[in-house]
């Protein structure tokens, strides 16, 4: 299982066929069971609200694990959810930094060395209204 900050899991499953491992199933479990700050409410959780805190993080994370992120963005980057993936590009995972609405996004350079860029993620009403890379 892999975990990530909304307390989702991604559980796979494989197959040896022919001495080629090959996917059978993909699934993504949201755990309900979580302490709540003391400023949000059950109803705020339960409407599935992301603080604005970690709502960049769980962006990029939710972009690397290949979930559909339109519900982080603004009505005006709903239609342009697909070309922010390809924006992004290809990464292996997701940091945060000591700036606000800046997280790293690591990525492999060869074999033993990666690098991480940094990415602004603006934020506007609770949505993301501009993703820039730093």
């Known amino acids: 299982p892999l975990s990530d900050s909304l307390n989702r899991t991604a559980e796979c499953a494989w197959t040896l ?9 993909f699934t993504i479990i949201q ?7 003391a400023s949000e ?15 960049p993080y769980a962006f990029l994370e939710s972009a690397l ?16 959810a697909n070309a922010l ?3 992004l590009g290809d990464y292996q995972s997701v940091v945060l930094t000591k700036k606000p609405n800046v997280c790293g996004l690591i990525r492999k350079k060869c074999d033993r060395l990666f ?18 890379r730093i």
Do not use: H, M, W
Request: charged residues 40%.
């Open 17 to 25: 066929e022919d001495d080629q491992a090959k996917q059978t199933a």
């Open 41 to 55: 409410t059950e109803q705020e959780f339960n409407n599935g609200r992301v603080r604005d805190e970690i709502l």
């Open 65 to 80: 694990l290949g979930l559909d992120c339109s519900a982080y963005l603004s009505d005006e980057l709903k239609p342009k």
């Open 31 to 37: 755990q309900t069971k979580v302490r709540l700050p």
């Open 115 to 132: 690098e991480v860029d940094e990415y602004l993620v603006e934020l506007e009403n609770g949505k993301i209204n501009d993703v820039k």
């Open 85 to 87: 993936k390809d924006f």
